[in-house]
């Protein structure tokens, strides 16, 4: 009898956990990935944006004091999936797939919750440009190329093997364009004070750049699209783009180096003042690298970046907007 009733019993469990099973939805999760500051040693020559070994401050690779950098990354995500119904996880590091598992594990949890599963990932990358050896890598850890661009760095592939879409990073979007005008109109208004009318200023906008010859090109193709929105929303006398390198070998990025400083010193034999405009995404980073670079130049610059602006935010939500209302 109590035999019968056990087999029962397993019965009925084993009946739930299937009709439980058949009734969980296969849905979407949103992973965004973010390079951590506090992920990396940093170092080199003012970078603080790559090549530095990881040392997690958390076993569950979320920093235990966030920078400001990070917490802004999290606000934003946090204020951006407002009305969106898909649930979204921030992953910190350039290519630390023992984040980026974590991050999937959580958004699997959430929607266990509700009995669902997670049956399509889509990728948000919180980067400047899609060309970089950083975002071919992140395509190895995923599974989206057969080798990896660095391995010598010894990076390993995601345990995640279910469907995904690898989105865009930011590349060029006239939403940032209005931020980086906002930024040069906060130097033309140091420069008036120092009394040179716009006429009188050339405008430089710095971005870290790839360490590829050929991802460069496509950077300074973007650069341009940038700097020409600009030239026509303030019209400087002049406007250039440099793309610094701040990871490539030493002679690549002195070359970078020198480019800039001619620029800057070229625009003050001219009578005029370099306004530099920074293409970064946050404080803690290269900026301070550029700060270096430029010491004993007379230079215009704040090193203000595209973080925290609340623009910022938007990008985030079209992100997510394009994820969950496709066309």
Request: proline share 5%.
């Amino acid at each position: 009898m109590h035999s019968l009733l056990r087999t029962t019993l397993q019965a009925v469990v084993l009946a739930g956990m299937l009709a439980s099973t058949a009734n969980a939805k296969a849905t979407h999760g949103i992973l965004v990935i973010a390079h951590g500051t506090s992920l990396h040693d940093g170092g080199g020559h003012g970078g603080g944006h790559g090549g530095g070994h990881p040392h997690f401050t958390a076993a569950n690779c979320t920093p235990t004091q966030p920078s400001k950098w990070e917490q802004a990354v999290l606000d934003a995500a946090t204020r951006a999936q407002k009305g969106i119904t898909i649930p979204v996880e921030v992953a910190f590091g350039m290519w630390e797939a023992q984040c980026y598992d974590q991050a999937i594990d959580r958004l699997k949890e959430r929607l266990a919750k509700n009995s669902d599963t997670l049956g399509h990932l889509t990728i948000v990358p919180l980067f400047v440009s899609d060309y970089s050896s950083v975002i071919e890598a992140q395509k190895y850890i995923f599974h989206l190329r057969a080798d990896s661009p660095l391995p010598e760095m010894g990076i390993q592939p995601s345990s995640y093997r279910g469907p995904l879409t690898y989105g865009r990073a930011i590349g060029y979007n006239p939403l940032i364009s209005k931020i980086l005008v906002d930024r040069a109109r906060s130097l033309l208004k140091i420069a008036a004070a120092r009394g040179f009318a716009p006429r009188k200023t050339e405008l430089i906008l710095a971005m870290h750049g790839p360490v590829e010859d050929d991802a460069n090109i496509q950077w300074l193709a973007m650069g341009k699209a940038y700097s020409k929105d600009l030239a026509q929303a303030l019209r400087p006398t002049a406007s250039h783009v440099v793309s610094l390198r701040d990871d490539a070998e030493p002679e690549v990025r002195d070359r970078a180096t020198v480019k800039l400083l001619s620029h800057i010193e070229g625009a003050r034999s001219r009578g005029r003042i370099a306004l530099v405009v920074p293409l970064l995404l946050s404080r803690g980073g290269i900026e301070s690298g550029i700060a270096h670079r430029m010491r004993g130049h007379d230079v215009i610059w704040t090193g203000e970046t595209l973080f925290p602006d609340s623009r910022m935010e938007s990008w985030l939500r079209q992100q997510f907007q394009a994820v969950q209302k496709p066309r």
